[in-house]
């Protein structure tokens, strides 16, 4: 685990860079080739080309140029037909069994907050959880105690949501010592109490070790920075549970 609360989305950038990588290329071809073919009938004569092989080379270099740039707006074409028409299955939501064996599923509650929402699953991808289908819900973050069971919870949830407003954690700075968070599964509640509160760096990931007592550790972004367009610390929220 290099960094907390890290969204998983190597591939598919990659996949985007590769994919505009390879447009640019293909206009790129296609412009120099109606540079060239330009250049190959005005100069013809420098060139030592006589009117008929300077035509014949400047209809070659046109074509490919055409194809270049057909196929270059092809490939940009399809990628954003296929952005445009992608179905994602929502996450699967963390259930567990209540007292009567059925499935329930698990909800945070934080009333300072006005946050009540369900939990899903983060599994680890490569070094880092899987969060990329995160939305407005919050994710427990795998090989972290479950809520209710002995240790430290981690939940992770957004301050924003791509194109989708505010995320459940937007006002988590706001929580003070003292406040109260509600895990519910089924008719069984769990009390936490806030006890406190901290920055950290992404790479900072002892927050979410096991501990000895049973705690809720809550984390967030924070620090947006303008240059990288990004956020360059973690909001951390520990609270332990009340018995």
């Not at 080379?57 to 740039?69: D, E, M, N």
């Not at 509160?197 to 920075?225: K, M, N, S, Y």
């Amino acid at each position: 685990m290099n960094k907390i609360f890290d969204l998983v989305q190597n591939v598919q950038l990659s996949t985007l860079e590769i994919v505009g990588l390879a447009v640019g290329l293909l206009l790129g071809l296609g412009l120099i080739m109606l540079i060239r073919a330009r250049q190959v009938w005005s100069n013809r004569r420098a060139f030592g080309y006589d009117n008929y092989t300077a035509s014949r080379l400047r209809g070659w270099l046109l074509g490919w140029a055409a194809i270049a740039v057909l196929a270059g707006i092809g490939i940009f074409a399809m990628v954003r037909w296929q952005a445009a028409h992608r179905t994602e299955e929502p996450p699967e939501v963390l259930t567990v069994l209540d007292e009567e064996g059925e499935q329930v599923e698990v909800r945070l509650l934080i009333p300072r907050l006005a946050v009540n929402t369900v939990m899903i699953e983060a599994p680890f991808v490569g070094n880092y959880w899987d969060i990329s289908r995160l939305t407005h819900e919050v994710a427990h973050l795998a090989g972290t105690s479950y809520p209710g069971e002995p240790g430290n919870t981690v939940l992770a949830g957004h301050i924003t949501v791509p194109d989708a407003g505010w995320g459940p954690f937007k006002d988590l700075e706001k929580l003070q010592t003292g406040d109260r968070v509600f895990v519910e599964h089924g008719t069984r509640t769990f009390v936490y109490v806030v006890e406190e509160a901290r920055t950290i760096q992404p790479e900072d990931v002892e927050i979410a070790f096991p501990t000895g007592d049973e705690r809720l550790t809550l984390v967030t972004c924070t620090g947006w920075d303008g240059a990288l367009d990004n956020y360059a610390e973690r909001y951390v929220v520990v609270a332990r549970k009340l018995h």
